[in-house]
T-cell receptor, first 112, second 112 residues
Framework: KAGVTQTPRYLIKTRGQQVTLSCSPI?????VSWYQQTPGQGLQFLFE???????NKGNFPGRFSGRQFSNSRSEMNVSTLELGDSALYLC???????????FGDGTRLSIL | GEDVEQSLFLSVREGDSSVINCTYT??????LYWYKQEPGAGLQLLTY?????DMKQDQRLTVLLNKKDKHLSLRIADTQTGDSAIYFC????????????FGKGNQVVVIP
């Protein structure tokens, strides 16, 4: 069974640009969550999608948004990029709520 | 609110046992998790324990949960060089909530 797939693995952008990251969950998983990992703040929850609806949201500005498609694949968008957005963005999927989450290898975003 | 504390660094000799500790504050936690992160990779789910359990054993891994003290530990028996990684504990509160709160991680270095 394929794991969680995130694309691209690496991305370099400049300040002010926008970026879209993609996540394909494990087959059959309906919940997709996104996390940001930085050396200073550690792992922080961004949002969770279930059945194409945002179910939970963390404390991030509105520049961070996401969506989920009918096949459970999810995308995350960050607009007006700032230097502080440089991070490893991790996607996790689970069958439903309160099930163990399985993570992808992440997308490493660097802002110049 | 959720707050998860971990110590930062542990070195252990190959073949010895490792014990990693974690404390959490949210008494409504439902599941508690241990994840492993190797350099350049995402998070690998190692094991998890439901909050009504005291102990769970899975091959070389033993998880102990002390709900009174809100203390979680992971014991790795016969530690191998491949166990060198950062270990994160995480909690989820509220059934149906996929929002994980992570500790800062504990780096384990296995000395051959």
């Amino acid at each position: 069974k394929a794991g969680v797939t995130q694309t691209p693995r690496y991305l370099i952008k400049t300040r002010g640009q926008q970026v879209t990251l993609s996540c394909s969950p494990i087959s059959g998983h309906r919940s997709v969550s996104w996390y940001q990992q930085t050396p200073g703040q550690g792992l922080q929850f961004l949002f969770e999608y279930f059945s194409e609806t945002q179910r939970n949201k963390g404390n991030f500005p509105g520049r961070f948004s996401g969506r989920q498609f009918s096949n459970s694949r999810s995308e995350m968008n960050v607009s007006t990029l700032e230097l502080g957005d440089s991070a490893l963005y991790l996607c996790a999927s689970s069958l439903t709520g309160s099930q163990p989450q399985h993570f992808g290898d992440g997308t490493r975003l660097s802002i110049l | 609110g959720e707050d998860v504390e971990q110590s930062l660094f542990l070195s252990v000799r190959e073949g010895d046992s490792s014990v990693i500790n974690c404390t959490y504050t949210d008494s409504s936690s439902t599941y508690l998790y241990w994840y492993k992160q190797e350099p350049g990779a995402g998070l690998q789910l190692l094991t998890y324990i439901f909050s009504n359990m005291d102990m769970k054993q899975d091959q070389r891994l033993t998880v102990l949960l002390n709900k009174k003290d809100k203390h979680l530990s992971l014991r790795i028996a016969d530690t191998q060089t491949g166990d060198s990684a950062i270990y994160f504990c995480a909690e989820s509160s509220d059934y149906g909530n996929n929002r994980l709160a992570f500790g800062k991680g504990n780096q384990v270095v296995v000395i051959p």
